[in-house]
């Protein structure tokens, strides 16, 4: 009799600590939308260490909107919006530390931003998954530290503004960027990391780009299309891990077969890194 209390206590009591170990890893939902005021510029920080990060246009009606499922245990929110004049502020952080959670509930934000306020998008990113979809934004300026996570970087229709500068740092995991030509960017800086990168230059370009890539450990692969024409100035020790087709070299540059026949011309300088660089023509 008292041996089967016994059991059933214990089994309770061990049902119980299952329970709250479960706790531990849940996962908490949170949804916030701040309305439109006016404002005349949105700028964006972003700074997500762990778990899958989404950031697409909203609506007009709101300035930004987000969801965001994380494990409330393991991270702590923080969102802050301010405004300075006609200009909004937004930081948002997902702070804190899994190693001591026994259940990791998975972290997902998606980030929605108004498509006619001119944004200046800054972000940080760790392991994880990144899903960045410019479409439809009037993106001023752009910058990325990719950690070790895969990251997709798209804009698929052409960029409502000029964009001023785009400042890519690429760390250990992959990138791809598609259809930079919309972004009708002025000037880009990529740093190669440990992981391989592509850069997909189609779309409508509205501006010649200055693009200069710093090559790290891993390759870099350029899609041109050839609808516009390539110049490329590399370092001396480094032209040996270019591969470079349907160029001609004209002093220290090395021009495109088409550069008499385009009206874009894209300038781009490569220095040296471990991993080569190779172009293909779209």
């Known amino acids: 009799m008292y ?6 206590a214990f089994f309770s009591l061990f049902l119980s600590a299952c329970h709250i170990g479960e706790f531990e890893g849940q996962t908490t939902s949170l949804h916030k939308s701040v309305p439109a005021a006016g404002e005349e510029l949105l700028e964006v920080d972003v700074d997500v260490p762990i778990g899958k990060l989404e950031i697409e246009a909203g609506t007009s009606t709101d300035l930004y909107e987000f969801d965001l499922d994380y494990n409330e245990r393991a991270f702590t929110p923080e969102v802050n919006f301010q405004k ?51 479409g439809g934004m009037r993106v001023r ?45 002025k000037q880009l800086r990529f740093q190669g990391g440990v992981g391989g990168s592509e850069l997909d230059f189609s779309g ?54 088409n550069v008499d026949r385009v009206s874009k011309v894209l300038r781009l300088r490569i220095s040296a890194g471990i991993g080569g660089v190779e172009l293909k023509w779209l």
């Open 141 to 185: 300026e752009l910058s990325l530290e990719n950690g070790v996570g895969e990251t997709s970087i798209s804009m698929l229709t052409p960029n409502k503004i000029s964009c001023d500068r785009v400042d890519i740092q690429n760390g250990v995991g992959a990138l791809k960027m598609i259809g930079l030509g919309n972004l009708a960017c």
């Open 204 to 257: 409508d370009w509205r501006e010649e780009g200055e693009i200069q890539i710093e090559v790290g450990v891993g390759g870099v692969e350029l899609r041109v299309p050839r609808s516009i024409g390539a110049e490329v100035t590399a370092s001396k020790s480094f032209m040996s891990g270019v591969d470079l087709p349907e160029f001609e070299k004209k002093g220290d540059t090395y021009v495109s077969y």
């Open 84 to 134: 300075r004049g006609s200009t909004g502020m937004l930081t948002f952080r997902l702070s804190g530390e899994g190693k001591h959670v026994r259940r990791m509930g998975k972290n997902r934000l998606n980030l929605r931003l108004n498509p006619d306020v001119p944004v200046v998008l800054r972000i940080k990113n760790g392991v994880g998954e990144s899903q960045i979809d410019l």
């Open 3 to 8: 041996k089967s209390l016994s059991c059933v």
